[in-house]
Each structure stands twice: as C-alpha cells, then as structure tokens.
C-alpha cells in the first residue's frame, strides 16, 4: 500500500520558521518527481516547490529565497524547510509524488503563520 504521510506543520509566528516532512511508504520517493503544493481557504492549491530524481529543483516565486527542498534518499522522506514565514502563506501543506503513470498525495499538514 503507498502512503505519503506529512508531518511538521503548526502554527508559528511571523518571520518563524517551520521544517514539514514527506515519509514514504510503498514507493521509492527518490524516482518521482516530488512536489510540496498548498492550498489556502478558497484559493486553488499551487505547487510550491518541486525536485526531480536527478535533483533539478524549482521555486514559485513567493517562496524563493525562503523555502528549501530537500531529499534523504536513504529515508525515503523529503522535506520543505520554511523560512521567513510570512503569513501569507499559511495554508494546508501536501506532499505529493509524480511517476510517468501513477500519482500519489499526502494527506496534507495545517502550516498557520500569525502576524
């Protein structure tokens, strides 16, 4: 059975920072295309970052310079280390892995950034 379990999320204070997790199960997460998204109240979810298997790496722009992805290979867990948390972007935090035919979500993490 896959799995994609989040965990790291809460509440911070602004310019805070937070560490979110990505822990796989039923799959090798270092052959997918990982993406951290979020989704806001009534706002559409959006990709935040993403890393490829070869470890090409992608920012929106909102989060540039604050966010970083990583990959543990060996853990099989991925991670989005924020920083400069702002409040603008709290939101429901989701893992997700991309293969060439198959898609898988995490269950999403509540990131809350109070001003």
């Known amino acids: 059975q896959v799995q994609l379990v989040e965990s790291g999320g809460g509440l911070v204070q602004d310019r805070g920072s937070l560490r979110l997790s990505c822990a796989g199960s039923g799959i090798i997460l270092g052959n997918a295309i990982m993406g951290w998204y979020r989704q806001a109240p009534g706002r559409q979810r959006e990709l935040v970052a993403s890393i490829t298997p070869s470890g090409d790496i992608n920012y929106v722009d909102p989060v540039k310079g604050r966010f970083t992805i990583s990959r543990d290979n060996a853990k099989n867990t991925v991670y989005l280390q924020m920083n400069s948390l702002k409040p603008e972007d709290t939101a429901v935090y989701y893992c997700?892995?991309?293969?060439?035919?198959?898609?898988?979500w995490g269950q999403g993490t509540q990131v809350t950034v109070s001003s």
């Open positions: 997700n892995a991309r293969f060439w035919t198959e898609n898988y």
